[in-house]
């Protein structure tokens, strides 16, 4: 079992910064892959950010790069998601996902584990 604990979001104005981290323990792998995704009211969870843990990989998606940056802390097997110039699409709620190996790290269905998520409001 693998635990995910997420911390920031909150309510921000367009233009705005906001930082996320997610912090993960209990029993990882070798091809362990970490990644946060969204999920806006009434549409389905999107892909965001995520990094393949052995190689250092990192994969955005589109419409996050440039503006989102993401992080991380090897030792603390923790994350991080530094959100900057934040626009009202950007509202939603992120979760932290974590996957003991995935091939399509794009794909929800890949994850193995969910944080409760955490509420990112930008309002224009």
């Known amino acids: 079992q693998v635990q995910l604990v997420e911390s920031g979001g909150g309510v921000v104005q367009a233009g705005g910064s906001l930082r996320l981290s997610c912090a993960a323990s209990?029993?990882?792998?070798?091809?362990?892959?970490m990644g946060w995704f969204r999920q806006a009211p009434g549409k389905e969870r999107e892909f965001v950010v995520a990094i393949r843990w052995s190689s250092g990989i990192t994969f955005y998606a589109d419409s996050v790069k440039g503006r989102f940056t993401f992080s991380k802390d090897y030792d603390k097997n923790t994350i991080y998601l530094q959100m900057n110039s934040l626009k009202p699409e950007d509202t939603g709620v992120y979760y932290c996902?974590?996957?003991?190996?995935?091939?399509?790290?794009?794909?929800?269905?890949?994850?193995?584990?969910w944080g409760q998520g955490t509420q990112v409001t930008v309002s224009s």
């Open positions: 209990g029993r990882t792998s070798r091809n362990y892959v």
């Open positions: 996902a974590a996957a003991m190996a995935a091939m399509r790290v794009r794909e929800s269905y890949e994850y193995d584990y």
